[in-house]
Structure formats: C-alpha cells, structure tokens
C-alpha cells in the first residue's frame, strides 16, 4: 500500500520552487479583481456551499463555464509570468477555507512534477494550450516505487478538468508550446493560511 508518508514523496514545495503569490495578507478578493472575476467568485462560491465533499469539485467547475474564455477576466497583474518558474497568483480565499482560487501563468517549458492534491479542485485553460498528463504507480520486484504515464492531453482554452484528493489522482501539468498559458484554479482548502498544503509532490 503507497501512502503519502512513504518516504518517496514529500510535502509541498518539494521540487516546485516558487510560493503562492499573494498581494496581499487579507480574505477574500485580492487587489486586481475584474468585475468579472468577482461575478465568477460570487457564482462559485455559492455553488461550493450548496455541494459539500467530492461534489464541490464538479460545481466549481460548472460555475467556472462561461467565464473562463472571456479576455477581461484577469486583470494584467495577474497575468504576469516568471522566468524561473510557473507563477501562482492568489486569487481569492474564503475565510472558512471551503474554497481558494489562484490563476497559473506557464511560460515556455514550465511544468509540475508530478503530483496529487490534498483537495479537490477545478482546473480551467485560460489562455492558450497547456497540456496535462495522468500517471499511475508501480512496484517492481524490490517495491521501489515507480510512475508509468497513462494519458498526455493537449489542452485548449474553456477546458476544465477536476481533480481528487490523494495519490489516486496523480499528475503533471506544463507548457511545451512557443506561448504563455493562463490556467484557474480553484481549490476545497484555504490556501491564504497554509500555501505548503496544496500538493504532495513525487520525487522523481
Ligand atoms: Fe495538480
């Protein structure tokens, strides 16, 4: 049985260098809401409430269709990328901790370890064309732990994907084209208060 404590994953950061970036230390919306991201905020936030557990996911993502093309959704502070590493930019947090959302700005050639979450989420495209890979474990004849790819998908924008809380649901996400991609995020966790608990991050 694979566990999160073995010793061949670690907690978030592991390899993923760069911390959530928030603008600020407060609840709620962050500075550089769009009227647009508030209606999305206000739209998933109540279709969280109603749907506890695993179902939250699936309503988080209904909520995210009809807003996630639109080009004014994101203000430009929020767009911004970085050189060294895929760029978190916190979003939103609800104070209760029932729900996070974060935008992911991927340059050329950045990408995830692979990983699993310790909440359910919602992953929406933005912009452009990331692509997301699914792994599953195995072990050889000495239990060393290894990860075989199941599927690589090339994503485009309006696509939304869930994901499920544990080592189930193991994956990577990155950009191998020549253009920045914008990616959603919302999450069943309180990212403001404890930003190391959204991954648990494979070594190798
Ligand atoms: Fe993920």
């Known amino acids: ?6 010793s061949n994953i670690t907690p ?5 260098a760069e911390p959530i970036f928030a603008e600020s230390q407060a609840y709620g ?9 508030a209606e999305l905020t206000e739209t998933m936030q109540s279709a969280v409430n109603k749907c ?9 993502k209904a909520a995210m269709r009809g807003f996630l093309c639109e080009p004014v959704l994101l203000d ?24 996070s959302l974060i935008a992911i700005v991927w ?3 950045q990408v995830t370890p692979v990983h699993g979450h310790t909440a359910w989420g919602a992953v929406g495209v933005h912009e452009g064309s990331p692509f997301g890979e699914n792994f599953d474990t195995w072990q050889n004849e000495h239990a060393a732990l290894g990860l075989r790819s199941k599927m690589k ?17 193991l994956h990577r996400v990155g950009n191998d084209t020549p253009s920045r991609c914008i ?4 999450y069943g966790q309180d990212l403001l208060a404890n930003p190391t608990s959204l991954n648990i991050v494979f070594n190798n």
């Open 12 to 16: 978030f950061p592991g390899n993923m």
């Open 1 to 6: 049985m694979i566990t999160p404590t073995d």
């Open 183 to 186: 990616t959603i995020h919302a």
């Open 29 to 37: 919306l962050q500075p550089g809401t769009t009227p647009l991201l």
């Open 153 to 169: 998908m090339l994503l485009k924008p309006g696509d939304i994907t869930t994901v499920r809380p544990g080592i189930d649901d």
């Open 52 to 60: 506890p557990g695993f179902g939250a996911a699936a309503a988080a």
């Open 76 to 99: 430009l502070c929020h767009k911004e990328g970085s050189t060294t590493n895929f760029k978190r930019h916190l979003l939103y947090a609800a104070p209760d901790g029932s729900l």
């Open 107 to 109: 340059m050329p050639g």
